[in-house]
């Protein structure tokens, strides 16, 4: 059964930090990898989109790796700003019609 | 192009009453989920639609909820008789589905307050 984890749950940093998101999964079998960003009381709006034969991918300030043989990616904000404040969530599509979330990693950028 | 479209926003009912969500998803995309996001959490898949067809409801309580998708386009989810536990926010997405996609694409979502 897959799992998703992501760590750490909440974080702290101050502006124009570079940072890391983890997420991890137990099965390495999947279809493609999803990070979301969900503000207070929205829905997820799609980052980025790693299918499973890509190493990474890349959009602005925000550049998501996948390495399935780990079970592991990572979503890397450069220079982070205030409005960067949001829960980010990973998903993974297990193939079969099946994207399992973690829980996400909530995200705070002091100015 | 329209984003996936949801309503109502906000529900606040009483335990024991009903309630139904409405989801119309991005034209053309065959595939349509609900989630459940309790808060604090990740979204928790309750079903999925290809086309107007059930792919996977194993999480869907079904002695309360009920979900349809008439038409393959739009769907709506019912809860009968709700439980105090089912206040969360109920996402809606969909998803084109092809070959090396399967992007999923989210509506704002419908909060529910059972009281």
């Known amino acids: 059964k897959q799992e998703v984890t992501q760590i750490p749950a909440a974080l702290s940093v101050p502006e124009g930090e570079n940072l890391v998101l983890n997420c991890s999964f137990t099965d390495s079998a999947i279809y493609n990898l999803q990070w979301f960003r969900q503000d207070p009381g929205k829905g997820l709006t799609s980052l980025l989109l790693i299918q499973s034969s890509q190493r990474e991918q890349t959009s602005g300030r925000l550049n998501a790796s996948l390495d399935k043989s780990s079970g592991r990616s990572t979503l890397y904000i450069a220079a982070s700003q205030p409005g960067d404040s949001a829960t980010y969530l990973c998903?993974?599509?297990?193939?079969?019609?099946?994207?399992?979330f973690g829980a996400g990693t909530r995200l705070f950028v002091k100015a | 192009e329209a984003g996936v479209a949801q309503s109502p926003r906000y529900k606040i009912i009483e335990k024991r009453q009903s309630v139904a969500f409405w989801c119309n998803p991005i034209s053309g995309h065959a595939t349509l989920y609900w989630y459940q996001q309790i808060l604090g959490q990740g979204p928790k898949l309750l079903i999925q639609f290809q086309n107007n067809g059930v792919v996977d409801d194993s999480q869907l309580p079904k002695d309360r909820f009920s979900a349809e998708r008439l038409k393959g386009v739009d769907s709506t989810l019912k809860i009968q008789p709700a439980k105090l536990e089912d206040s969360a926010v109920y996402l809606c997405?969909?998803?084109?589905?092809?070959?090396?996609?399967?992007?999923?694409?989210f509506g704002e979502g419908s909060r529910l307050t059972v009281l």
């Open positions: 998903a993974v599509d297990t193939g079969g019609f099946k994207t399992i």
């Open positions: 997405a969909s998803s084109l589905r092809q070959e090396n996609t399967g992007e999923l694409f």
